[in-house]
């Protein structure tokens, strides 16, 4: 069985498009956590009010539930996970959880966001989003990548760090 994978980072940073390129490429099933928000998480965000920490345990809870499934395909979940208390939040469900973030240039990111229609997460945020981000720390299983060479590139380099861990199957 693969251990569960969450691609992680700020809003625009790629989690969704990369994890699935991930999930496709070693077969594990992908959920983008966003579907798990609970609506008035969602509409607080759409109206450009930051989530508070009381607005996402319950939801850090969902996440880990979902990577904790044992599924033997693997699981792959594309979550912000911004700060390492969150992190610890999933990793309290699911131990075995790698983290994987994608580090991107802020304007890059700025300009992801203002050119994607239809999500809830408005450009307005992203800046808050940066101020609460948390690298992963050395005692941290995961590791950061840029998202450089497109989206096949940035999974391939994900699929070699797993096989490089000994207690990963890819």
């Known amino acids: 069985m693969r251990g569960p994978v969450v691609v992680m980072g700020v809003s625009g940073a790629g989690k ?3 994890g699935e390129a991930l999930a496709a ?3 594990a099933v992908f959920t983008d956590a966003d579907s798990l ?3 008035a998480n969602v509409a607080k965000m759409a109206a450009g009010t930051p989530l508070t920490d009381e607005d996402r345990w319950p939801w850090l809870k969902l996440v880990g539930a979902e990577l904790s499934t044992g599924r033997p395909e693997g699981t792959v979940v594309a979550c912000s996970a911004l700060k390492r208390a969150y992190r610890d939040a999933i990793r309290d469900i699911e131990p075995s959880t790698t983290f994987v973030l994608l580090s991107v ?3 890059v990111l700025h300009h992801r966001l ?3 229609p239809g999500h809830f997460m408005p450009a307005s945020l992203l800046t808050s989003q940066l101020e609460t981000l948390e690298p992963l720390e050395a005692d941290e299983t995961g590791v950061m990548l840029t998202s450089e060479g497109g989206v096949e590139a940035t999974a391939a380099r994900i699929v070699e760090h797993l096989a490089r861990r000994t207690d990963a199957t890819v």
Do not use: E, L
């Open 16 to 18: 969704s498009t990369v």
């Open 25 to 27: 490429r070693i077969g």
């Open 37 to 39: 928000h609970p609506p």
């Open 105 to 107: 240039d802020p304007s």
């Open 114 to 116: 203002t050119a994607r």
